[in-house]
């Protein structure tokens, strides 16, 4: 029996929902699997950030803080035996869509962190470090742990080399901890065994974190090869919150955890209720369910004797380390020990859209409600070309709804370019950040009306906020410091739900 343990991090009530389910749980859903995952034993849990925010105000009604509020609550201090909660931020753009002040940024992440968000996912869609640093700062200013993320991508640009030099600038400007974060499941087990063996050579001793989702049929074998490099953390997510655009089922990975003798510290006598429960949830959000066909049957505790085999033989192919050898693992865990549990068959051509979970889930709805959800399949072949126009940006947050929406005007006006949107301008001209390569001539040219492309650092650009205007313009709508933060992220929905609230409270009163 090995002394290796490995941690995994749920993330059913955060990146689970926004691959599958367009960013739709409530709050009150959440609360409903909450105690049983901290019962589980979890020593942290993804819970907040990324597109929660928006949809929360947007679509479930519900107030960001409170809802972190009441996840502290649930899960204690984790500096008393508590539980952390990890949120993920998009770096200057925080939890919204585009660069912010810096004064924003600490204003922001001081509320989030003394909330309860005690450690930050940090990224950039660009990898561009200057991004990342008020955000670190801030994180670490009010006692938060600051974890700096590689946003993973394949193109002629991204080579290991490139990532690593990232993570060390990421490293000197204050980063406590790495991360890989692959949205789109791009990487493949050979390259996982390069990358993840780089940055420990590089960085002996800094805690690593692989994240990915099953988009492209990767992410399990890749979990499978950082485990027996003895990456720290692996994040997943529960069976019908699993597989398909979400992380890989916990399930599994626990049965690979312990073929390999490796502890994860896991108290399962909760699992099947947590399945029940959140199987309840998928189904009362059906109608905006990617795939309600396909969730995964219910995990035994333990394999039979069949799927033992298939894992014994996918480890052994796994540790020959051979693409070819790792290829065959792929097809075992992928279309043998998933797809037989009831999860999709893989559609691969996703490789080279590269787009990731959430947004594949939201542009399918939106698609949908446009009833050009015939369009889907082309829009998705547009996306490379753009991408590639727009000097290979890593598809994420904010990047992959800013190409893949010019992809969409590109399909749907019949001409490349013929509209281009203002965040797609923005993009090429650099107001993001530093581009990963070069921009197509003729798109900048079309694009750039004659202007220089902009290279200080996108909050150098942002105006000043005017803090009064926003309070005078919102009379009686703003009563804190938490509503005037969410208004400056997200000003319409924001708008409308405390408008909303004034008016309950009225009626209540």
Request: aromatic share 6%.
């Amino acid at each position: 029996m090995s002394d290796q343990s490995t941690s995994l991090i749920d993330c059913s009530l955060r990146d689970g929902h926004q691959s599958l389910l367009a960013t739709r749980m409530s709050t009150e859903q959440c609360l409903r699997v909450l105690p049983m995952l901290r019962d589980s034993g979890y020593s942290i849990l993804e819970l907040w950030g990324g597109a929660t925010l928006d949809s929360a105000l947007r679509f479930t009604g519900d107030d960001p803080f409170e809802r972190l509020e009441k996840f502290r609550s649930m899960l204690g201090d984790p500096r008393r035996g508590g539980i952390s909660i990890r949120s993920l931020c998009r770096g200057q753009n925080l939890f919204g869509y585009t660069p912010y002040r810096d004064e924003v940024v600490v204003g922001f992440l001081k509320m989030a962190v003394r909330l309860g968000g005690d450690r930050m996912r940090i990224f950039d869609a660009l990898n561009d470090e200057r991004n990342l640093t008020t955000a670190i700062m801030a994180t670490k200013t009010f006692n938060g742990h600051a974890e700096a993320a590689i946003s993973y991508t394949t193109s002629p640009v991204h080579d290991t080399q490139h990532f690593v030099n990232f993570a060390r600038r990421a490293l000197d400007n204050g980063a406590d901890s790495l991360a890989i974060k692959d949205m789109a499941g791009l990487l493949h087990p050979a390259d996982a065994f390069e990358l993840i063996e780089a940055l420990r050579k590089n960085f002996p001793g800094v805690e690593l974190t692989l994240h990915s989702h099953c988009t492209n049929g990767l992410a399990c074998t890749s979990y499978l090869v950082a485990m027996i490099l003895g990456v720290n953390h692996l994040d997943v997510a529960h069976g019908p919150m699993a597989g398909s655009t979400s992380q890989p089922p916990t399930e599994l990975i626990r049965w690979f955890a312990m073929a390999l003798g490796i502890k994860i510290g896991l108290d399962t006598q909760y699992f099947s209720r947590i399945d029940e429960e959140l199987r309840k949830i998928r189904k009362e959000l059906a109608s905006v369910d990617k795939d309600p066909k396909h969730m995964g049957g219910p995990w035994p505790a333990e394999p039979d004797a069949s799927q033992r085999k298939l894992i014994d033989q996918a480890i052994e192919l796994v540790q020959k380390r051979d693409r070819a050898s790792l290829d065959k693992a792929i097809g075992i865990i992928e279309d043998q020990l998933l797809v037989g549990m009831g999860y999709p068959t893989v559609d691969r051509t996703q490789l080279d859209a590269q787009v990731p979970g959430g947004m594949i889930s939201n542009l399918h709805n939106q698609l949908k409600e446009q009833n050009q959800l015939d369009k889907m399949p082309t829009i998705l072949e547009e996306i490379p070309r753009v991408r590639k126009a727009a000097g290979y940006v890593p598809l994420v947050t904010p990047t992959s709804q800013i190409v893949g929406t010019q992809a969409a005007f590109n399909v749907i006006q019949g001409e490349p370019y013929a509209f281009v949107s203002e965040p797609f301008r923005d993009l090429i001209m650099g107001k993001y950040g530093k581009l990963p390569g070069t921009p197509d001539g003729d798109v900048l040219a079309k694009v750039s009306k004659g202007q220089p492309r902009l290279d200080k650092r996108p909050a150098t650009y942002v105006p000043e906020v005017n803090l009064d205007k926003i309070v005078a313009d919102n009379k009686g709508l703003i009563e804190s410091d938490r509503d005037l933060l969410l208004m400056l992220l997200f000003p319409a929905p924001a708008k409308q739900f405390l408008a909303k609230r004034n008016q309950s409270r009225a009626k209540a009163s």
